[in-house]
């Protein structure tokens, strides 16, 4: 069997046997099945050679930050700073586990897209039906499928029973199972989800049996495309990563550049022996490294984690955290994320009245009005009837308990007419204890309605009907007014036909409900005997309406700067209907659907991409185009997604979103973050964490920088004036791993600022410290650094006897005026009596016990001796104390300035 390039739902089954070479009775012989196989490989999606775990975790050493740590420890070493190594070694081995963990996870989307193949399916072979595994399958064989099947491969169906359908919502997002036919379909270009005669592999059956023709098998199939998709999206560093890299490579040039010129200073005026100035050098280069940084990024990013859980987003991949706060685009799903996926009924037409109905999802409270005043529904009997009839001919049932939310059990739009039936009073039980099931006829594509025949009091048959108006209409012989039937008129068709129209174009679907009373049991109730000379009862139109919650966080995206897009299977009415009442489409927005897509070339979607707002009807490579649009005008792009054919947009985007109810693992696997809610603001919620981390992220690397400026001031300064070295290099490696560090976590757990979403996000190439923050950088470690050195000259009389305790005081206030700095590095505006002395209990805590390891240093005799200090008098502790909390008043004046002169707040 050759190649075939036919479209599979357009031939004839005649002609679809003569493709396949196969007869659509007895299926392939064993013998040719065999052959088959070995030509076109077995049905299995195949992995593609992936990267070990020894070279993924190798991989965790690349970044130029994690060489300058190593670096580092190596100089420790030197030093014989054993704790110092070993403390820097132990953060770069935790990076590198992290990281690790995190990619080699990230691999494992394979095996769960297999999870959704059946191991073995029926086959017909031989003529004869037997059982094989799934993997061998091939092209031309003949499989049966009943509800509960795992479709094994991609198939057409060839024969089926009544009301035979599928779920096909992992492969094409809609919630709703699909009615399958064995109609070819005579059109050049069928999207996936209007394939009506084709099954897909991944998919399953939810009524009814068939047989079906297996057309494509494997890597072939739908599900084997978005399997290469996704093996072939490669996994590029966050923001934040590519920004620490950079940043490291700043540090070194620096780290070389001072180290060099002290060294040189310091040769030339001779002021130390050799070696002493080479170790004062060498711990001038450990102090310029901020090495607690990964640690302290780490640390932010993990508590940032557990902050999100509670806000109902579970992060899967730590970077990703901050990755969030520079989103500018959320392309989202729509069903169950923008709206319940609750189906509601809005609006009832009976009695040639429209009445509007209250209340949202599955909780049968709501009002019903007409005309905008509330009117009883008991007051109106033609609504009763409708609802009676609606909540009578329906398989669904409404579970209430007491201390949780009512859910549906069974098909959402017959759950829709419970509800609504519930608003008046008319519960399904009831009715049905009072008016008995007798016989069903099933709803099936061809009629487009299904009726159930009841007896009701004194033993009279009636069935109950809806489905599609339009066929329904013409059923109808008689329409209910004033609680009496009467004869149906063309002027009553004609203004229920033009209802429906009005209900249709406004994204509603639709179901029309009627009755008749039958003369007795028939021998068999078949549609052509029962669904005929119906009474019309009336229109019930519904629609999955959004979730309110998501009109807040869609105003707070606005604000925010954040674009919203709408990538959903659903038709483009409904698309549209919903974007509108979310305040997403309006104005100039475009709304697309996958067919004006496909005829949308790469550069007239970048050239319109910006203007259009919903997409509908797309498939997973119109997902994975949108977002490489965005992408490529240098957005960050977050994209939620549930069924596997949005995993390869999800693994494309810079942050992908899992819903975690209804998210299929596949979708999970490749995703950065799952929302365990399943809902929009909660998105918006994580946006707002990751913002606020990534500013908490920004505060300790000012912090760290300037405490590490301030060090290297001291020394330099030293050097150029001929001084003896204010510190030594036990003293800086104390600061920067022991008094930094607890300060910097704490400012990692900062509370978010309140304005934070209403700023635009900034952009992912801006650089984690810009030139306006490195000079004040720069200033406040200059001014730290004078505070430092006013302590030394004041205790140093330029003889060898008040050296020590000079170094002491300088030690003491270096420190001690950093813990003071921590909380100018709060806001870089705002004062801290504004923002709150008690707001950060945290870094209060971390204060005060950095402060105690530094008195403990000064007091301890022992501690003394090792970190060659002497003991001050209270009258030098008054000193330190001044001098430390310099820095602190000289921020706040400059705020206080700030606030009354916007120029001034620009500068800082």
Same mark, same amino acid.
């Given at each position: ?278 170790? =004062? ?482 952009? =992912? ?61 709060? =806001? ?81």
């Amino acid at each position: 069997m050759s190649e075939i390039t036919e479209q599979l739902w357009r031939p004839g089954l005649a002609r679809l046997a003569e493709l396949f070479k196969t007869d659509l009775s007895a299926g392939l012989s064993s013998a040719e099945a065999a052959a088959r196989l070995e030509r076109h490989g077995p049905n299995q999606l195949q992995e593609k050679g992936g990267e070990g775990p020894w070279r993924l975790f190798l991989a965790q050493f690349k970044s130029v930050m994690i060489w300058v740590l190593v670096a580092a420890a190596v100089v420790s070493g030197i030093l014989r700073e054993w704790v110092d190594t070993a403390a820097i070694l132990a953060i770069v081995i935790l990076n590198a586990v992290l990281g690790f963990v995190q990619e080699y996870r990230a691999e494992k989307s394979l095996a769960a897209l297999r999870k959704l193949s059946s191991p073995n399916s029926k086959a017909i072979r031989d003529g004869l039906p037997c059982v094989v595994p799934s993997a061998g399958l091939a092209p031309g064989d003949l499989v049966e499928l009943e509800a509960g099947d795992h479709v094994p491969a991609d198939c057409r169906v060839v024969t089926h029973t009544s009301s035979f359908g599928a779920q096909e919502a992992s492969l094409t997002g809609e919630s709703q199972p699909v009615s399958k036919n064995a109609e070819p379909i005579d059109m050049d270009s069928v999207q996936l989800g209007d394939r009506a005669n084709m099954l897909f592999m991944g998919t399953s059956i939810v009524s009814g049996r068939c047989r079906a023709l297996v057309v494509k098998t494997g890597m072939s199939t739908v599900l084997g495309g978005i399997a290469g998709m996704i093996q072939d999206i490669k996994s590029e560093p966050t923001p934040l990563q590519k920004n620490i890299d950079r940043f490291g490579k700043v540090i070194v040039k620096l780290c070389f550049a001072l180290v060099g010129l002290v060294f040189l200073i310091q040769l030339v005026h001779g002021s130390a022996a050799l070696a002493e100035i080479f170790l =004062s050098s060498v711990s001038l280069a450990v102090a310029a490294i901020p090495e607690g940084l990964p640690a302290v990024v780490t640390v932010a990013l993990a508590l940032g984690v557990q902050r999100m859980v509670r806000r109902n987003a579970l992060i899967r991949k730590l970077p990703s955290v901050e990755t969030l706060g520079c989103a500018s685009v959320i392309c989202s799903d729509k069903t169950g994320t923008l709206t319940r996926n609750e189906m509601t009924v809005r609006a009832v037409y009976a009695g040639g009245q429209m009445f509007d109905v209250g209340g949202i999802g599955y909780e049968p409270a709501g009002e019903f009005s007409l005309g905008g005043a509330r009117v009883a529904p008991g007051s109106h009997p033609e609504l009763m009837a409708a609802l009676e009839a609606g909540a009578l001919c329906n398989g669904a049932r409404l579970v209430r308990t007491p201390d949780a939310p009512a859910r549906m059990a069974g098909d959402p739009t017959e759950g829709a007419l419970l509800v609504c039936a519930g608003k008046a009073g008319l519960w399904k039980e009831t009715l049905e204890e009072e008016r008995p099931f007798v016989e069903e006829i099933p709803f099936d594509s061809a009629r487009k309605m299904m009726s159930v025949v009841r007896r009701g009091p004194g033993g009279r048959l009636v069935a109950y009907v809806k489905g599609a108006p339009d066929i329904l209409l013409s059923r109808c012989a008689h329409i209910s007014e004033n609680g009496l039937r009467r004869p149906m008129l063309d002027e009553d068709r004609r203004e229920a036909n033009r209802q429906n129209t009005d209900l249709a174009g406004r994204a509603m679907r639709v179901l029309a409900v009627a009755w008749r009373e039958l003369d007795g049991a028939p021998e068999k109730y078949l549609p052509e005997t029962v669904e005929k000379d119906l009474t019309f009862g009336g229109l019930l139109a519904m629609i999955d309406p959004p979730r309110e919650e998501v009109k807040v966080a869609m105003a707070k995206c606005r604000t925010a700067g954040i674009r919203t897009v709408m990538i959903t299977g659903d038709h483009k009415s409904t698309a549209v209907a919903i974007a509108r009442e979310l305040g997403m489409a309006g104005g100039e927005t475009l709304a697309l659907s996958g067919e004006e897509l496909d005829r949308m070339d790469g550069a007239a979607l970048d050239g319109e991409v910006d203007r259009i707002g919903v997409y509908a009807r797309v498939s997973p490579e119109h997902k994975l185009r949108i977002v490489r649009a965005w992408r490529k005008r240098g957005h960050v792009v977050a994209m939620t997604g549930d069924g596997v054919n949005d995993a390869p947009a999800v693994k494309e985007a810079d942050i992908g979103v899992a819903m975690g109810i209804t998210g299929t693992d596949v979708t999970k696997e490749v995703s950065d973050m799952v929302v365990t809610d399943d809902n929009f603001a909660s998105i918006v919620s994580a946006v707002e964490e990751g913002r606020g981390i990534y500013g908490n992220i920004v505060k300790f690397i000012h912090y760290l920088l300037s405490c590490n400026a301030g060090e290297i001031f001291v020394m330099f300064i030293a050097s150029l004036f001929n001084m003896p070295l204010p510190l030594l290099p036990i003293h800086i490696l104390w600061v920067n791993l022991v008094t930094d560090g607890l300060p910097a976590l704490a400012l990692g757990v900062d509370p978010v600022d309140s304005r934070i979403m209403s700023k635009p996000p900034r952009k =992912s190439s801006a650089p984690v410290v810009t030139v306006r923050r490195a000079a004040v950088i720069v200033g406040q470690g200059f001014f730290i650094a004078l505070c430092s050195l006013l302590a030394f000259w004041y205790e140093y009389d330029g003889t060898p006897a008040t050296l020590v305790r000079a170094r002491t005081a300088a030690f003491m206030v270096l420190a001690v005026s950093q813990l003071f700095h921590a909380f100018n590095c709060r =806001s870089s505006t705002m004062s801290l009596f504004k923002i709150g002395v008690f707001t950060n209990r945290p870094l209060l805590a971390a204060a005060f016990i950095s402060l105690a390891l530094q008195v403990m240093v000064e007091e301890l005799p022992f501690l003394r001796t090792v970190f060659k200090v002497e003991a001050l008098t209270w009258g030098e502790w008054g000193i330190v104390v001044l001098l430390s909390s310099m820095p602190f008043w000289i921020m706040e004046l400059a705020k206080l300035i700030a606030s009354r002169v916007p120029r001034f707040r620009e500068a800082l």
